[in-house]
């Protein structure tokens, strides 16, 4: 028998992941985002309400400093600002 008659052995298939791990990995990845989403549109929630509250605060403490306003006056103001 010469080499070249004999069969040779196929050669393994290398290792590929199932399609169950792939998605749990796809899964894993996923939550990773939607949860630096979430954080992430928190974080520019609480700065656009920061803003928010310094664009309130000047004019009432300006109209407060030079107008010398009463109370109910002042209650006016904050209502109407809001």
């Keep these: 028998m010469s080499s070249s008659t004999v069969p040779q052995p196929p050669a393994p298939a ?6 169950g791990r792939e998605l749990a990995a796809a899964r ?17 929630t609480l700065g656009v309400v920061a803003l ?10 300006l109209a407060d400093r030079f107008l010398r306003l009463e109370w109910a006056f002042r209650a006016a103001l904050l209502g109407a600002f809001v």
């Design 14 to 19: 290398p290792h590929q992941p199932t399609l």
């Design 52 to 61: 928010m509250l310094v664009a309130y605060a000047l004019p009432t403490l």
């Design 28 to 44: 894993a990845r996923l939550h990773e985002q939607r949860r630096r989403v979430r954080a992430g549109l928190w974080t520019e």
